[in-house]
């Protein structure tokens, strides 16, 4: 009966995320839209995220499976679920094998600052991009109840895809360390190159083949791995509709920290210090500009990107007028 219940309610979320792209005469009367062209490319501008090693916008390019953690088997398995119709509505790739291996992890801990130091040790790839030891340790920082990791990767014209980097400690290219550089008089070089002289230090930029056309270069980047990591202590007696879909929006796209929205938006349910409308559930908005992101031409530059996903959320959002 439980189970049913599930899929019931995600299928209600799948038909009210595909009304944002329908537009059925007699169901489009009640339906108020607010906004304009520039309030949707507005929209796209607070909530777009540029990757720090291309500078363009991320989204799935592999099938999502999402795993969750640290629930009850009827909370788990309706986040999963609700996930998943989200990415559905929004056109991205959805892993149906039930065996596929997780790229999103969703994990609620009553210790996330004690997970993350487990992370940043022996998954440190997961934190997303750093050039140093330093800026690794700062990103395993938990500052929120509700906080999110985006490891990316990146594909040339030529379909060679490699893991967006800034060290050869979590993979790459490896450049030989021709003085056998080891820690001496106190020196450091870094916990992960003490046993390791002949690595060096850094990693060099990896070759990619490009277009070389400014606008579209052919080299996009996707997401690897997503971790979402939540307080549960925190975030006890949330109602689990509203936190399913602020989460499917973390695991889809990668949203600026505090992307206070002008228009309704479930993000601002999330934001403590938002004082514009805020939704309790996933709204047209938030559906458009995930629609507008699975829409994008890839190899853009960052700029034009924006400014499609403006322009898909400028369409969709005009058929339910």
């Known amino acids: 009966m439980a189970r049913k219940m599930l899929f019931a309610v995600s299928a209600l979320l799948l038909a009210g995320a595909m009304a944002a792209s329908a537009q059925p005469a007699s169901q489009t009367e009640s339906v108020t839209v607010t906004g304009s062209r520039d309030a949707y490319h507005d929209f796209s501008k607070t909530f777009a995220v540029p990757t720090k090693f291309t500078g363009k916008i991320a989204r799935w390019e592999h099938r999502i499976c999402p795993v969750v953690s640290g629930q009850n088997p009827h909370y788990t398995a309706f986040i999963t679920q609700h996930l998943k119709y989200v990415a559905l509505a929004a056109g991205a790739p959805v892993n149906t094998d039930e065996s596929c291996r997780p790229n999103i ?6 210790t996330p600052q004690a997970l993350l130091d487990t992370v940043s040790k022996n998954d440190m790839h997961y934190l997303g991009y750093f050039e140093s030891i330093a800026q690794r340790d700062a990103l395993a920082k938990v500052t929120s109840p509700i906080q999110t990791w985006y490891a990316t990767e990146s594909t040339d014209r030529k379909g060679r895809t490699r893991l967006d980097t800034g060290r050869s400690i979590v993979g790459g290219t490896t450049v030989g360390n021709f003085n056998g550089l080891s820690p001496t008089n106190g020196a450091d ?4 190159s003490a046993g390791t002289p002949g690595t060096a230090l850094t990693d060099m930029a990896p070759f990619f083949s490009s277009s070389g056309n400014r606008l579209n270069d052919e080299i996009h980047t996707g997401f690897n791995h997503v971790l979402i990591v939540i307080d549960s202590t925190k975030l006890a007696g949330q109602d689990i509709v509203p936190l399913a879909d602020y989460i499917s929006m973390l695991a889809l796209a990668e949203l600026k920290p505090n992307a206070c929205q002008e228009l309704p938006s479930v993000v601002n349910r999330m934001m403590a210090d938002c004082r ?18 699975y829409h994008m031409t890839t190899g853009r530059n960052m700029v034009a990107q924006r400014s499609e ?6 369409d969709r959002l005009a058929k339910v007028k």
């Open 105 to 110: 992890d969703i994990v609620f801990t009553t």
């Open 189 to 192: 070089v870094g916990p992960e």
């Open 276 to 293: 514009h409308e805020a939704s309790d559930t996933l709204t047209m908005y938030d559906l458009a500009y995930l629609q507008g992101l």
């Open 309 to 314: 996903i403006g322009d898909v959320m400028t």
